[in-house]
C-alpha cells in the first residue's frame, strides 16, 4: 500500500533524491539501490526522488529508469513516496517517461523544467500541463534555472497551480522574495530543492524538502525540520548552522561526485559516475572529510 499524503504534503516532508548506485563496471546496481533507499528512508525519510539530476538521469537510459523505479518501489514503496523524475526538454519524450513511470508503480512525478531550448512561458505552461494530463499521477514542478537557463515565472507558477494533478514545486531558484509571493498566491506544496536554504523556505511557508545531504544528514535534517514544525526556532536555526559546513562542503564541486564520495566512504552503495561526471580527486576527498567533519559529521 502506498504511504498516505495529505494536499498540505502530497509526497510526505523530508525526502532525498537519491543517487543512482553503479557496478564497477558502470551498470546499474538495482540491488544496491534497493538497499540505499531502505538505508534513506530508515534514516527518516519519507520519499525518495530517484531519476533526478543527483540520479544521474542525463545518462541513464529509459530502461535503466524504468528497472530503478521498480527496484525502489520494491523496496520502500510500502512506507515511502518513490517520485519518479521523468523530465526531459522533449515533452513527447517526457510523456512517455511519466506513462511508464506509472504503469511500474511510482507515486508521484518530477517534472524538471525543459533545459538547453529556453522555451518561453506559455510553452513551460503547455509543456507541464501536457505531462500532468497524460497521467493520474501527482507531478511536483523542478525550477531550477541554474541548469535549466528559464525560470519559471510567479505568474505561470500560479496558473499551473490550478491543474488538479500539478500539486508542488521543488524550489531552486534560490529568490526567496520570488518563492514567497509564489507559495502564497499558487496552492502549490512547496518544496526546498537548494539544501542550504532549507530553513529559510520552511519559515516562509515552504512544507518540505528535497534533499541532497539527507544521504548523510537525514538524521539532523528531520531534527530540523521537526524543530521547525513544533515552533523551536531557535533549535532549528542552531541546527541549520551546525550543519552550513555540510551545505557548503557538499557542493564544492559537482553535488553527485561528492555524495557518491560520502556513501563510499559510509560503505553504502554508490560505486562510479558517468562521464560526464568524474570521480572526486584525493584533495576533494580530504576537503569532504574536513567540511563534514566541521558539520558533525565524522566519516
Same mark, same amino acid.
Request: glycine share 10%.
Given at each position: 500500500?502506498?504511504?498516505?499524503?495529505?494536499?498540505?504534503?502530497?509526497?510526505?516532508?523530508?525526502?532525498? *533524491?537519491?543517487?543512482?548506485?553503479?557496478?564497477?563496471?558502470?551498470?546499474?546496481?538495482?540491488?544496491?539501490?534497493?538497499?540505499?533507499?531502505?538505508?534513506?528512508?530508515?534514516?527518516?525519510?519519507?520519499?525518495?526522488?530517484?531519476?533526478?539530476?543527483?540520479?544521474?538521469?542525463?545518462?541513464?537510459?529509459?530502461?535503466?529508469?524504468?528497472?530503478?523505479?521498480?527496484?525502489?518501489?520494491?523496496?520502500?514503496?510500502?512506507?515511502?513516496?518513490?517520485?519518479? /523524475?521523468?523530465?526531459?526538454?522533449?515533452?513527447?519524450?517526457?510523456?512517455?517517461?511519466?506513462?511508464?513511470?506509472?504503469?511500474?508503480?511510482?507515486? /508521484?512525478?518530477?517534472?524538471?523544467?525543459?533545459?538547453?531550448?529556453?522555451?518561453?512561458?506559455?510553452?513551460?505552461? @503547455?509543456?507541464?500541463?501536457?505531462?500532468?494530463?497524460?497521467?493520474?499521477?501527482?507531478?511536483?514542478?523542478?525550477?531550477?534555472?541554474?541548469?535549466?537557463?528559464?525560470?519559471?515565472?510567479?505568474?505561470?507558477?500560479? @496558473?499551473?497551480?490550478?491543474?488538479? @494533478?500539478?500539486?508542488?514545486?521543488?524550489?531552486?531558484?534560490?529568490?526567496?522574495?520570488? #518563492?514567497?509571493? #509564489?507559495?502564497?498566491?499558487?496552492?502549490? &506544496?512547496?518544496?526546498?530543492?537548494?539544501?542550504?536554504?532549507?530553513?529559510?523556505?520552511?519559515?516562509?511557508?515552504?512544507?518540505?524538502?528535497?534533499?541532497?545531504?539527507?544521504?548523510?544528514? #537525514?538524521?539532523?535534517?528531520?531534527?530540523?525540520?521537526?524543530?521547525?514544525?513544533?515552533?523551536?526556532?531557535?533549535? *532549528?536555526?542552531?541546527?541549520?548552522?551546525?550543519?552550513?559546513?555540510?551545505?557548503?562542503?557538499?557542493?564544492?564541486?559537482?553535488?553527485?561526485?561528492?555524495?557518491? &564520495?560520502?556513501? #563510499?566512504?559510509?560503505?553504502?552503495?554508490?560505486?562510479?559516475?558517468?562521464?560526464?561526471?568524474?570521480?572526486?580527486?584525493?584533495?576533494?576527498?580530504?576537503?569532504?572529510?574536513?567540511?563534514?567533519? *566541521?558539520?558533525?559529521?565524522?566519516?
Amino acid at each position: 500500500m502506498a504511504p498516505t499524503s495529505t494536499p498540505e504534503t502530497p509526497f510526505g516532508r523530508a525526502l532525498t *533524491a537519491m543517487v543512482t548506485p553503479f557496478t564497477a563496471d558502470g551498470s546499474l546496481d538495482l540491488e544496491g539501490a534497493q538497499r540505499l533507499a531502505a538505508h534513506l528512508v530508515d534514516a527518516g525519510n519519507d520519499g525518495l526522488v530517484v531519476n533526478g539530476t543527483t540520479g544521474e538521469s542525463p545518462t541513464t537510459s529509459d530502461a535503466e529508469k524504468a528497472a530503478l523505479v521498480r527496484a525502489v518501489v520494491e523496496a520502500v514503496g510500502d512506507r515511502a513516496h518513490v517520485v519518479a /523524475g521523468v523530465g526531459t526538454n522533449d515533452t513527447r519524450h517526457t510523456v512517455e517517461l511519466a506513462r511508464e513511470a506509472e504503469r511500474i508503480g511510482a507515486h /508521484g512525478l518530477l517534472v524538471v523544467t525543459p533545459y538547453y531550448n529556453k522555451p518561453p512561458q506559455e510553452g513551460l505552461y @503547455r509543456h507541464f500541463t501536457t505531462v500532468a494530463d497524460a497521467t493520474g499521477l501527482p507531478v511536483m514542478l523542478y525550477d531550477i534555472p541554474g541548469r535549466s537557463g528559464v525560470a519559471i515565472d510567479t505568474e505561470t507558477l500560479v @496558473r499551473l497551480g490550478e491543474h488538479p @494533478r500539478i500539486v508542488a514545486n521543488k524550489d531552486a531558484k534560490g529568490d526567496l522574495g520570488a #518563492a514567497g509571493w #509564489a507559495l502564497s498566491r499558487s496552492g502549490l &506544496a512547496w518544496y526546498s530543492g537548494d539544501d542550504m536554504l532549507n530553513l529559510p523556505l520552511l519559515s516562509i511557508g515552504a512544507v518540505g524538502y528535497v534533499s541532497v545531504v539527507a544521504h548523510v544528514v #537525514a538524521a539532523e535534517l528531520r531534527s530540523m525540520l521537526n524543530a521547525h514544525l513544533a515552533g523551536e526556532v531557535a533549535k *532549528a536555526a542552531e541546527i541549520h548552522q551546525q550543519l552550513l559546513p555540510v551545505f557548503t562542503g557538499m557542493f564544492r564541486t559537482q553535488g553527485v561526485i561528492t555524495t557518491k &564520495a560520502a556513501l #563510499a566512504l559510509q560503505g553504502l552503495p554508490a560505486g562510479p559516475l558517468r562521464l560526464p561526471l568524474v570521480e572526486a580527486t584525493e584533495a576533494e576527498l580530504d576537503q569532504l572529510r574536513k567540511d563534514l567533519a *566541521a558539520g558533525g559529521v565524522h566519516l
